[in-house]
């Protein structure tokens, strides 16, 4: 083992997750390839030719020449349009082909990261080319695909997974999320407290304050007379906080000041 000792939990976190998405799909029918996940206008086979996209993006795989259809109505920007492309091009793949696309992908890419040696602050390329930490590119990964395990299990119906090492650095990264959305994104007042409860799989409690000039910050203390107390499991959170349910549909017990409640839901999903 070559990676360096800080960045060795994103590793271990991404291969747990990405080898639970290939045992969930090996066995998989055609039809359950083409089930509707949360995320617009992806099915379960969209879900794994993204991931299999980005690995292969961050081997260095050149990235496939093709026109995407005028009518996907969720791709909105370039963002989307750059994300599109090859999951489109494997549309038409068979659910045979896929699972052997993501077995060698995990393969190749696991051999890759055992021979890192770049410490975490080293500067890398990152997916559409971006400049970034390898501590930022790994976590992020280890985020990204532990989100679209749990995308791939609703869709077929298989829980589980949800307090793996994934689930527990997806934690950390949304809670870190947190002042924003309250203080600059929902307009919390200033010298004001938000509380939010959450129980289930992964548990905790988590206090945003908002100080006198109106700047968030999160600690783990308890909060006397916060403004508004959100309760929630932990699936539901960060479903929110990753934009796979719609605040309305969201089951959240909001105690206090409610418009600023339903502010905060409608601005808690951080990721595009």
Same mark, same amino acid.
Request: aromatic share 6%.
């Given at each position: 083992?070559?990676?360096?000792?800080?960045?060795?939990?994103?590793?271990?976190?991404?291969?747990?997750? /990405?080898?639970? /998405?290939?045992?969930?799909?090996?066995?998989?029918?055609?039809?359950?390839?083409?089930?509707?996940?949360?995320?617009?206008?992806? %099915?379960?086979?969209?879900?794994?030719?993204?991931?299999?996209?980005?690995?292969?993006?961050?081997?260095?795989?050149?990235?496939?020449?093709?026109?995407?259809?005028?009518?996907?109505?969720?791709?909105?920007?370039?963002?989307?349009?750059?994300?599109?492309?090859?999951?489109?091009?494997?549309?038409?793949?068979?659910?045979?082909?896929?699972?052997?696309?993501?077995?060698?992908? /995990? /393969?190749?890419? %696991?051999?890759?990261?055992?021979?890192?040696?770049?410490?975490?602050?080293?500067?890398?390329?990152? &997916?559409?080319?971006?400049?970034?930490?390898?501590?930022?590119?790994?976590?992020?990964?280890?985020?990204?695909?532990?989100?679209?395990?749990?995308?791939?299990?609703?869709?077929?119906?298989?829980?589980?997974?949800?307090? %793996?090492?994934?689930?527990?650095?997806?934690?950390?990264?949304?809670?870190?999320?947190?002042?924003?959305?309250?203080?600059?994104?929902?307009?919390?007042?200033?010298?004001? +407290?938000?509380?939010?409860?959450?129980?289930? +799989?992964?548990?905790?409690?988590?206090?945003?304050?908002?100080?006198?000039?109106?700047?968030?910050?999160?600690?783990?203390?308890?909060?006397?007379?916060?403004?508004?107390?959100?309760?929630?499991?932990?699936?539901?959170?960060?479903?929110?906080?990753?934009?796979?349910?719609?605040?309305?549909?969201?089951?959240?017990?909001?105690?206090?000041?409610?418009?600023?409640?339903? +502010?905060?839901?409608?601005?808690?999903?951080?990721? &595009?």
């Amino acid at each position: 083992m070559t990676v360096h000792q800080n960045l060795q939990p994103y590793v271990d976190a991404w291969t747990h997750s /990405i080898e639970a /998405i290939s045992e969930l799909c090996a066995p998989l029918s055609e039809g359950e390839w083409n089930r509707a996940t949360s995320c617009p206008g992806w %099915s379960v086979r969209d879900i794994v030719s993204h991931v299999i996209g980005v690995e292969c993006e961050l081997l260095g795989d050149p990235r496939p020449i093709h026109t995407l259809p005028r009518d996907l109505r969720h791709v909105v920007d370039e963002r989307s349009r750059y994300t599109e492309v090859p999951v489109d091009v494997r549309r038409c793949h068979t659910g045979p082909e896929m699972t052997a696309e993501l077995e060698y992908t /995990i /393969i190749r890419r %696991s051999r890759q990261l055992r021979n890192e040696t770049r410490g975490p602050e080293a500067t890398v390329r990152g &997916p559409m080319g971006r400049e970034v930490t390898l501590e930022r590119l790994l976590t992020l990964r280890a985020i990204d695909v532990w989100v679209h395990e749990q995308d791939v299990r609703r869709a077929l119906g298989r829980p589980g997974n949800l307090d %793996s090492p994934g689930g527990q650095i997806t934690r950390e990264w949304l809670v870190t999320t947190l002042p924003k959305v309250v203080a600059k994104d929902a307009g919390a007042a200033p010298n004001s +407290a938000v509380v939010f409860d959450v129980h289930g +799989a992964i548990e905790f409690m988590r206090t945003v304050r908002v100080d006198a000039k109106g700047w968030g910050s999160v600690d783990g203390r308890v909060s006397l007379g916060p403004a508004v107390t959100l309760s929630m499991d932990w699936e539901t959170y960060f479903q929110l906080q990753c934009g796979r349910v719609r605040p309305g549909a969201a089951q959240v017990k909001v105690e206090g000041d409610q418009q600023l409640g339903q +502010a905060i839901m409608a601005a808690m999903a951080v990721t &595009p």
